[in-house]
């Protein structure tokens, strides 16, 4: 290792103090050129020299604070960005640097007379103490701080304030912070009680040393063991703290506060009464500034709130302090300006609104405490309070009540217990409709369309649906405010918008109550969409435009008779000269979106047959607002909407879009392949301390400024406009590439394959997901085209996602890398299918051709050594992705183990870690299903090398994420069923006893949120069935009795639960089958009942195939069951009903290869019904 040189060896003349000194005070000039120079004689310092002439400059006497306090932010972030400088030299000459450097800055902690110069010293003198190789209690700035917390007294304020900060960053290694706290924990709490005691008189510097000590005290609680001793001490500083506050309720103090509930749930035990009390007290309070009233009274309430949602099991024991938390939230929530004009001027409904933080704070509060404690006695608080709230007279108190409402109702967990109210909200949100107060009208609108927006409907249309509307279009033709004309029309799109079908056919509502709306289509086209498309205010123009979209797409072909008008409309809004009018319109592009967006749903509500002559005038006007939107004149949510509208209406046009392509294609391309623009700069010339991040826009850039907690800032800018613009263009060429599909020239499909591959390799997830979610979609158009390039591309394409595996975050590799890989299996799948199907249909006569001849792409991608090794890689890389995972999820198993069950702190980011771990299991099972099902036993080996074990473990672990519970029981019954006999010997004992359980647990009925599980559990117990008869006839009987139990419980008698049904189903009708002897008489029965009650299945995709297989099979080997009359009638009624399905798939789908598959299906359905015969 090279020794590092001193400083005297590299300036003969000593430290280079004063040319610090001097470029200090640059520093601070108001001239950029100064400064610039500066920071450039700064940065040509070697490190060794600079770090002891910035600790000189921090501690001589004489030096100005502020350049003080600068040289010391500057000495931690030259440590931070330069350590690398010295990192590799001589171990001893850079722990006497270090040491050099610590000596003056704990000196300047000790001894500066200024606060701010004492703090900034503290943050250098942490920092330079983690760079040393070896760190101890023993080491001086631990030293210091423990002889400082022995002492019986606080010393000077200043002074302590530095000292609890250097504790507080001390405790940021996370090697040393357990032993430190452990030591001098007890003794911190101590000075904490001091600082508090000599705070109450109040002063700044008071204020100041008391946020330190809590701030330590938080950062000393988190480091704490959950088992240790002190922990429960600590809870003595409450009624102190509580005191203080009382006297000085000052924002600083809160947010420690805050945060000292947040990571010590306890911290407040058998105090909230008085915290409370002090709320209350703080939020009934008015200063001279009611800005800075607000801002206190609301960290007042996040304090109160978070300490009661930072205990949910606690709190749900002791509603009775809830619920006057909830009293003074729901009170918070009315208290807005009386200021109506200024409310009714907003422009646009997004904007932020200045005014009334303190109401959406407390909104927000609110509604948290619902969502965290979920708690159905909790939302009876919430609306028995809007209930009372609504029998006031104030007209503030009734705003309250629809403001929380409507927030309840957006709210997942809270949702359903408002909607069980509904006719009543409903009522109370039409009578206010007649308020005379616009902005009581506006939340009652804005109430029904959460409440419209959460809303599940099926079936005809009712009276009170009728009415509703009725009364929605009347206030609309009578209201003047717009705002609440915005909001009433929002209303309108979401009440048609709940009549949509939600499938893959499109949004046209059915038949039946199309027929009962239809007069109030018209209605609400004749006097709130025509109208109002020529509104003088802008978003109510597009508004109107955007109830015309939904109701084009709820009416579907029903629209062609109003499509020659509207389409006129479209016409006149796109025929404008597009620079021009941008210019002349503020919000020019809002208005040119809502148009395009109207144009798509346009398109497609009427179909191609209608809408076909002006399409290409449509397609034309759109590549012109790409050009408008390449030059720079309009926004970049313009261009990435006119790019989704190119991609509905080639959809709509299918492979008659194939002609616009040559002008399309350059277009996109060009947005693909744009530079996107990113820099990082160090703000280093401001002394800002407090963390936090801001965004700023200027043209297409966007600058975010983050300031950490050590007071690092950091300035990235990033040209936002280009990202926007490229996932726009990306999202478009997948859109293109599945509308036309193998019609796409091959030259075509190759040149777009190459932009997205390398994309898919760019610095932004945002870029890389849509380029990698494109990528499946553009090779599968070389499926039939060109059988070479396909698999040369899905070659290509797998193993640049394998790599992706370990480049790209966890997050990243569940979101969009691990389902691009399952996508491309699946097109090969797919490709195997059509094969398949086509020798299946050759063999049956029904096919000629010899399309199904030959080596599928799967085989032709890799030979047999290369499929070994890229298997062995792809699972070896899943096995590695997960692993931390799963090793994290188990810690904090471990963890809980110590905890007090009633305050247990319910972290939310936790909770997301949780949510984030089961997305990962799932996305690994799902590429590991397409992989079984394509290679089959090949994949084994490195299955049980790299995935058997962090499986496996999910399953074994009682407490284990259930998600990851239900993608374990899925991989396995994949493996088994694709893997044959072999795994079903390895796998059977791992699955079965712990799907058994979940199919019927020994403790509890089935509710819905066991469906997934069931389905996973259901889908096993078959695949063991089936695979492993050994391992089977063992549990037999069991397995009967769970699926049996299963099946008769209520939750899978509904249509919401079907798949799982159809799961539990299918898996008895493989046991009925494959082991007739051994289940003896009871099989006749099972099998009749069975096919009477659930088949046809419905739902589950697979499970559907895997019927036709076990039906066709049976009645091809003449299976003992069908002997009985009953059950060979029943297996007829079924396989006509697959059929007549099958027929229709066959028939309508548009895609060729899934044609295929249906129709080798209907043949092998048909056959088997001629053999019944």
């Known amino acids: 290792?090279?020794?590092?040189?001193?400083?005297?060896?590299?300036?003969?003349?000593?430290?280079?103090?004063?040319?610090?000194?001097?470029?200090?005070?640059?520093?601070?000039?108001?001239?950029?050129?100064?400064?610039?120079?500066?920071?450039?004689?700064?940065?040509?310092?070697?490190?060794?020299?600079?770090?002891?002439?910035?600790?000189?400059?921090?501690?001589?006497?004489?030096?100005?604070?502020?350049?003080?306090?600068?040289?010391?932010?500057?000495?931690?972030?030259?440590?931070?960005?330069?350590?690398?400088?010295?990192?590799?030299?001589?171990?001893?000459?850079?722990?006497?640097?270090?040491?050099?450097?610590?000596?003056?800055?704990?000196?300047?902690?000790?001894?500066?007379?200024?606060?701010?110069?004492?703090?900034?010293?503290?943050?250098?003198?942490?920092?330079?103490?983690?760079?040393?190789?070896?760190?101890?209690?023993?080491?001086?700035?631990?030293?210091?701080?423990?002889?400082?917390?022995?002492?019986?007294?606080?010393?000077?304020?200043?002074?302590?304030?530095?000292?609890?900060?250097?504790?507080?960053?001390?405790?940021?290694?996370?090697?040393?912070?357990?032993?430190?706290?452990?030591?001098?924990?007890?003794?911190?709490?101590?000075?904490?009680?001091?600082?508090?005691?000599?705070?109450?008189?109040?002063?700044?510097?008071?204020?100041?040393?008391?946020?330190?000590?809590?701030?330590?005290?938080?950062?000393?609680?988190?480091?704490?063991?959950?088992?240790?001793?002190?922990?429960?001490?600590?809870?003595?500083?409450?009624?102190?703290?509580?005191?203080?506050?009382?006297?000085?309720?000052?924002?600083?103090l809160f947010v420690s506060s805050q945060q000292l509930a947040e990571t010590f749930p306890q911290f407040f035990a058998g105090h909230h009464a008085a915290l409370l009390e002090l709320v209350v007290r703080v939020v009934g309070s008015h200063g001279a500034d009611a800005g800075a009233d607000d801002d206190v009274k609301a960290v007042a309430l996040n304090v109160a709130v978070s300490a009661v949602t930072s205990a949910p099991k606690w709190a749900r024991k002791n509603l009775n302090i809830v619920k006057p938390l909830l009293e003074v939230l729901a009170d918070c929530c009315g208290r807005v300006t009386s200021d109506e004009e200024t409310w009714s001027s907003k422009d646009r409904e997004e904007d932020d609104d200045e005014?009334?933080?303190?109401?959406?704070?407390?909104?927000?509060?609110?509604?948290?405490?619902?969502?965290?404690?979920?708690?159905?006695?909790?939302?009876?608080?919430?609306?028995?309070?809007?209930?009372?709230?609504?029998?006031?007279?104030?007209?503030?108190?009734?705003?309250?009540?629809?403001?929380?409402?409507?927030?309840?109702?957006?709210?997942?967990?809270?949702?359903?217990?408002?909607?069980?109210?509904?006719?009543?909200?409903?009522?109370?949100?039409?009578?206010?409709?007649?308020?005379?107060?616009?902005?009581?009208?506006?939340?009652?609108?804005?109430?029904?369309?959460?409440?419209?927006?959460?809303?599940?409907?099926?079936?005809?249309?009712?009276?009170?649906?009728?009415?509703?509307?009725?009364?929605?279009?009347?206030?609309?033709?009578?209201?003047?405010?717009?705002?609440?004309?915005?909001?009433?029309?929002?209303?309108?799109?979401?009440?048609?918008?709940?009549?949509?079908?939600d499938d893959d056919e499109g949004p046209a509502m059915d038949p039946e109550v199309y027929a009962q709306l239809s007069p109030y289509i018209e209605a609400a086209l004749q006097n709130a969409v025509v109208p109002l498309c020529d509104s003088s205010d802008a978003q109510t123009q597009e508004l109107a435009l955007a109830v015309g979209s939904v109701l084009a797409q709820v009416s579907g072909q029903h629209f062609q008779r109003f499509f020659s008008f509207f389409m006129g409309a479209v016409r006149r809004l796109l025929s404008v000269d597009f620079p021009s009018f941008l210019k002349t319109h503020p919000h020019g592009c809002s208005l040119l979106e809502t148009a395009v967006e109207f144009a798509g749903a346009l398109a497609t509500a009427v179909g191609m047959e209608v809408f076909a002559p002006d399409a290409p005038w449509l397609l034309e006007r759109l590549v012109e607002i790409q050009n408008v939107c390449s030059e720079g004149t309009a926004d970049a949510s313009l261009q990435a909407t006119a790019m989704e509208a190119v991609g509905i209406v080639a959809k709509v046009m299918g492979p008659a879009a194939l002609p616009f392509l040559p002008a399309v294609s350059p277009i996109v391309l060009a947005r693909v392949r744009q530079h996107v623009d990113c820099d990082f700069a160090e703000a280093i010339a401001t002394g800002n301390e407090e963390a936090g991040a801001s965004v700023s826009e200027e043209g297409r850039i966007s600058k975010v400024n983050i300031t950490d907690k050590s007071g690092r800032q950091t300035v990235i800018s990033i040209n936002t406009a280009a990202v926007e613009e490229k996932c726009a263009a990306l999202r478009l060429l997948a859109s293109l590439a599945t509308s036309v599909g193998g019609q796409m020239p091959p030259d075509t499909a190759v040149e777009w394959a190459a932009a997205v591959t390398a994309e898919s390799r760019g610095r932004f997830a945002l870029i890389r997901k849509e380029a990698l979610g494109a990528l499946p979609a553009i090779v599968n158009c070389l499926s039939a085209s060109d059988f070479g390039q396909f698999v040369r591309l899905s070659r290509e394409s797998l193993a640049l996602l394998v790599e992706a595996v370990k480049e790209n975050s966890a997050r990243h590799v569940s979101d969009f890398v691990l389902p691009a890989a399952t996508q491309l299996l699946q097109n090969l799948s797919l490709e195997k299918e059509r094969k398949e199907a086509l020798k299946g249909l050759s063999a049956l006569g029904e096919r000629q051709d010899a399309g199904g001849e030959g080596a599928t792409a799967a085989e032709a991608a890799f030979s047999l050594?290369?499929?070994?090794?890229?298997l062995s890689q792809i699972f070896e890389a899943m096995g590695r992705f997960l692993i931390p995972i799963l090793t994290e999820e188990f810690e904090r198993l471990a963890s809980k183990e110590g905890e007090d069950d009633e305050w247990e702190n319910v972290d939310e980011d936790e909770e997301e870690a949780t949510e984030v771990a089961a997305e990962a299991y799932d996305a690994v099972m799902q590429a590991t299903g397409a992989l079984f099902k394509l290679y089959g036993g090949e994949c084994l080996a490195s299955f049980d090398a790299h995935l058997k074990m962090p499986f496996g473990a999910l399953l074994a672990h009682e407490?284990?994420?259930?998600?990851?519970?239900?993608?374990?029981?899925?991989?396995?019954?994949?493996?088994?069923?694709?893997?044959?006999?072999?795994?079903?010997?390895?796998?059977?004992?791992?699955?079965?006893?712990?799907?058994?359980?979940?199919?019927?647990?020994?403790?509890?009925?089935?509710?819905?949120?066991?469906?997934?599980?069931?389905?996973a559990a259901a889908y096993g117990i078959g695949a063991v069935a089936m695979h492993s008869r050994e391992a089977f006839l063992a549990r037999r009987e069991g397995a009967i009795e769970a699926l049996t139990r299963a099946l008769q419980s209520p939750v899978?008698?509904?249509?919401?639960?079907?798949?799982?049904?159809?799961?539990?189903?299918?898996?008895?009708?493989?046991?009925?089958?494959?082991?007739?002897?051994?289940?003896?008489?009871?099989?006749?029965?099972?099998?009749?009942e069975l096919l009477k009650r659930w088949f046809p299945l419905k739902d589950d995709a697979q499970e559907i195939d895997a019927s036709i297989d076990l039906l066709a099979n049976m009645v091809a080997e003449n299976h003992i069951l069908l002997q009985a009359a009953a059950a060979k009638e029943e297996c007829r009624r079924v396989l006509l009903a697959l059929l007549a399905e099958k027929t229709k798939d066959a028939e309508s789908s548009k895609d060729e290869d899934k044609k295929l598959v249906a129709m080798w299906k209907k043949a092998r359905v048909q056959k088997a019904l001629e053999l019944i015969r």
């Open 865 to 870: 050594e290369e499929r070994k090794a890229f």
């Open 1052 to 1088: 899978l008698q509904t249509d919401d639960c079907r798949s799982a049904a159809d799961c539990a189903a299918c898996a008895l009708l493989k046991i009925a089958l494959l082991y007739t002897r051994e289940v003896g008489e009871q099989s006749a029965t099972i099998f009749t």
């Open 1 to 252: 290792m090279p020794p590092m040189p001193s400083p005297a060896t590299l300036n003969p003349m000593g430290h280079p103090t004063a040319t610090v000194q001097e470029a200090l005070k640059a520093l601070q000039s108001p001239d950029n050129a100064v400064r610039s120079a500066s920071e450039a004689a700064l940065g040509g310092f070697p490190l060794a020299q600079l770090l002891p002439a910035l600790a000189q400059s921090v501690r001589e006497d004489g030096v100005p604070s502020s350049e003080q306090h600068l040289a010391a932010i500057l000495l931690r972030r030259c440590l931070q960005s330069r350590w690398s400088e010295v990192e590799n030299s001589n171990p001893a000459d850079t722990d006497a640097l270090l040491q050099q450097t610590l000596e003056c800055l704990l000196q300047a902690v000790l001894e500066s007379s200024e606060g701010m110069v004492k703090k900034s010293a503290a943050d250098a003198a942490a920092e330079v103490w983690r760079r040393k190789q070896t760190r101890s209690l023993e080491d001086a700035p631990v030293a210091i701080v423990a002889r400082w917390l022995a002492e019986p007294e606080l010393g000077q304020l200043e002074t302590a304030t530095a000292l609890f900060r250097l504790f507080d960053r001390l405790c940021e290694d996370e090697e040393i912070a357990p032993r430190l706290t452990q030591t001098h924990g007890a003794s911190l709490a101590r000075k904490v009680a001091l600082a508090l005691q000599q705070g109450r008189g109040g002063g700044k510097e008071s204020e100041a040393c008391m946020t330190a000590a809590l701030e330590a005290l938080v950062t000393c609680v988190s480091s704490l063991p959950s088992s240790s001793t002190i922990r429960a001490s600590l809870c003595d500083l409450a009624p102190l703290l509580l005191s203080v506050l009382f006297v000085s309720p000052s924002p600083a």
């Open 355 to 501: 005014e009334d933080r303190l109401a959406q704070e407390a909104l927000a509060l609110a509604t948290r405490v619902a969502e965290r404690l979920n708690n159905n006695a909790v939302l009876e608080m919430l609306l028995h309070i809007c209930t009372s709230f609504l029998a006031s007279d104030d007209w503030r108190r009734h705003l309250a009540a629809l403001s929380l409402l409507a927030a309840l109702l957006e709210e997942e967990h809270s949702s359903l217990s408002v909607i069980a109210h509904s006719d009543e909200v409903v009522a109370v949100c039409l009578l206010r409709l007649q308020s005379p107060h616009a902005r009581l009208r506006w939340a009652a609108l804005n109430c029904l369309c959460c409440l419209l927006q959460q809303e599940e409907r099926e079936g005809s249309v009712t009276e009170r649906e009728k009415n509703l509307l009725e009364k929605l279009l009347e206030s609309l033709h009578n209201e003047t405010n717009n705002r609440c004309r915005r909001k009433g029309l929002q209303a309108v799109a979401e009440f048609f918008s709940n009549f949509g079908a």
């Open 959 to 1015: 407490q284990a994420n259930p998600g990851g519970k239900v993608s374990a029981l899925c991989i396995f019954a994949d493996a088994i069923t694709f893997g044959g006999a072999e795994a079903g010997k390895m796998y059977a004992e791992v699955i079965l006893p712990a799907a058994l359980l979940t199919v019927c647990p020994p403790s509890a009925a089935l509710v819905e949120d066991d469906v997934y599980a069931v389905s």
